[in-house]
């Protein structure tokens, strides 16, 4: 089913584009290991500013108090939005000014369920407060860097310099065996991606498509599958480098959906020991 697609607006200055902005965007999530792991190898290394679109759970602490940590956390902070998230109904209410809310929900499947819906609407709250400080700054951010708060990182991310701005970067994680073939086997993901601005406009507006009804519909998509019929939709080429990063083991008080959030590495940090074999693996290749 083919929709008019919609064209990405980027502001224009008279400065030219210059630095990288990273963003976060999802569910509060603070561990001081996991936290620091993301602050010395992706914020540090590719000197960075940061914003970031936060949910917390019903009766959690106080807003303010949050946003005081993470800013503390990360001095480099620009922009960041604590919330709480919209329910189900409220989020098909944004959805019906689309004119195809009875359409998505035939559509089925997980791209378009609640958790992940709740994802695009962060994602794209998080652009909302990018665009706004680049007024106040007087230029386009060069770079785009998407990522989450519970990636442990074990090497620096590859510098900016030596990924063509023209691909959208995304670490590269194998099938679940983790083997390594010499094949381009990577699978393709939306916990990280590199990303330049007219990237970041499609990448991280999928929100925007579904309202607006220009989103690629398809039956029964899982997320990932979505995130590649959007790149495509836009003629955007997807590379890869080493994934020397994992998802963290599902801490207490986190609230982890994904259906393999139940396990854990041997040592309580990983959430699974394949990811930290797969991370450290990487690393030692680089060195």
């Not at 959805?95 to 791209?111: M, N, Q």
């Not at 994602?123 to 770079?143: K, N, P, T, V």
């Not at 074990?154 to 994680?173: E, F, Q, T």
Request: proline share 6%; with cysteine.
């Amino acid at each position: 089913f083919k929709v008019q697609r919609r064209v990405p607006v980027v502001l224009d200055f008279a400065s030219a584009p210059s630095g990288a902005a990273l963003f976060f965007a999802g569910q509060w999530r603070m561990d001081a290991f996991v936290a620091g792991s993301v602050r010395q190898h992706v914020v540090e290394a590719l000197v960075a500013n940061v914003f970031g679109v936060f949910s917390l759970p019903p009766r959690a602490q106080d807003p303010q108090a949050a946003e005081r940590e993470f800013r503390a956390f990360f001095p480099r902070v620009q922009g960041a939005l604590f919330t709480q998230d919209l329910s189900q109904a409220s989020l098909e209410e944004n959805l019906k000014a689309s004119g195809r809310l009875s359409f998505y929900l035939a559509l089925g499947g997980g791209a378009l369920d609640g958790v992940q819906l709740l994802f695009y609407r962060k994602q794209s709250r998080c652009m909302d407060l990018l665009s706004g400080h680049e007024r106040i700054r007087g230029a386009r951010y060069a770079r785009v860097v998407f990522t989450r708060l519970d990636l442990v990182w074990v090497a620096d991310h590859p510098p900016l310099a030596v990924l063509r701005p023209s691909v959208v970067w995304i670490p590269c994680s194998h099938t679940p065996d983790t083997t390594y073939t010499g094949v381009c086997d990577c699978l393709l993901d939306d916990k990280h991606a590199v990303l330049d601005r007219a990237a970041a406009e499609v990448y991280l507006r999928r929100w925007d498509d579904l309202t607006q009804g220009c989103a690629p519909s398809l039956p029964h998509a899982g997320p990932h599958f979505f995130l590649g019929e959007t790149l495509r939709a836009h003629n955007l080429t997807v590379g890869w480098f080493p994934a020397v990063a994992g998802v963290a083991c599902c801490l207490r008080g986190w609230r982890c959906s994904s259906p393999y959030s139940r396990g854990c590495s041997s040592d309580g940090l990983w959430r699974s020991s394949e990811l930290r074999t797969h991370a450290q693996g990487c690393a030692e290749l680089l060195r």
